[in-house]
């Protein structure tokens, strides 16, 4: 079974990303890396030659492996969606129901295959200081700051109102898939759009001091 | 330092709750067999007689050494905070505000010194199956069943209220006390009740199908 140099110098195929996987040891030195310097530094003080430097790698193998900064987040954390894609599907059709889109979108990943590794990501960020970091820096650059920037919004209030769009899906998040609190844990994604989309709604477009 | 038979046969002060502390090691068998009856059988389900079986004492002993059965549960769990005082008190004042008032009440809890031992409960019910039910259970049946038990709620819908109203302040507490996600973290008590007390609102009086 042993397959020396899988992939290693194949050339990239029409159906592949076009990135090659590379070798595993250098690989994973550099998602070390990326975690130890995102996690301390932030995502937006951490260039990526930083990450090659602690990696004791040239930066173009970094770019060569994982393409842009934002993707090699999403390796580092082992994050299975791609906010890119999915935040815009969230916006598209303008602002009146983001909050029941976003409670959507949510359940569309976490209730599928992908949502096991957002269980676990979601675990460990509360046993481990360290994720934790990761996962706030991953919901203010990733998520947050897409959903804000396109919804006219007074910057002002953004960090505000993404703070508390992640408490609420957060602790959907927990009482779902963690806690399992019945009727929360197996309600329809309908029933939840109705009643926590307009928490979200609120929070991201409402006034901040009104029901 | 040895303190043969520390309070055991002391008689009570009027300033000690009238309960001896007793054997630490009846005292600990007893509470271990608490979490796991409450934790397999359910709050509800499970019979002060059945603990005192599984620890192997008399029944009498379990009511001596802590109580009713929600004194027991509260032991168990080493709940800081006694809810049978913190619910009325949320509830003081009629339904208007208390959404605000439950935001309120929780950041006093959390943000005082019993708060560490509420961020630890939370982290351990994350990443322990046995710790999630005993959270859940003490969520569904002291808190939540008080709440709603004074709101004049129509029955059918009020485990859907509570479990909505545990989503919103689970991921309160993690954000604020776990994540530490700016500006939530350090926000203070009156941004909160005035921001998330809305939500709390909606989700225990509001129609809940609309903002």
Do not use: C
């Amino acid at each position: 079974m042993s397959r020396p140099d899988a992939g290693a110098a194949r050339p990239a195929s029409p159906r592949r990303t076009g990135r090659r996987p590379g070798n595993p040891d250098t690989r994973e030195a550099i998602l070390n890396a990326a975690r130890k310097a995102f996690a301390e530094r932030g995502y937006d003080a951490t260039p990526i030659r930083a990450v090659a430097a602690a990696a004791g790698v040239d930066p173009a193998l970094v770019h060569h492996y994982f393409g842009a900064k934002e993707e090699l987040f999403r390796a580092a954390m082992a994050i299975p969606v791609d906010p890119a894609e999915l935040v815009p599907r969230v916006l598209a059709g303008g602002p009146a129901e983001v909050g029941e889109r976003l409670v959507r979108t949510f359940l569309t990943v976490w209730d599928s295959p992908a949502g096991v590794a957002a269980v676990a990501l979601l675990r460990s960020a509360v046993s481990n200081q360290w994720t934790a970091r990761l996962l706030r820096e991953f919901l203010t650059t990733q998520i947050l700051r897409r959903v804000v920037a396109q919804l006219d919004l007074d910057p002002a209030e953004v960090p505000l109102r993404g703070a508390l769009v992640a408490t609420q899906i957060a602790g959907l998040a927990m009482m779902r898939y963690v806690i399992h609190l019945e009727p929360v844990a197996s309600a329809s994604p309908d029933t939840l759009a109705a009643t926590i989309g307009p928490t979200l709604q609120r929070y991201l477009t409402g006034p901040l001091d009104a029901a």
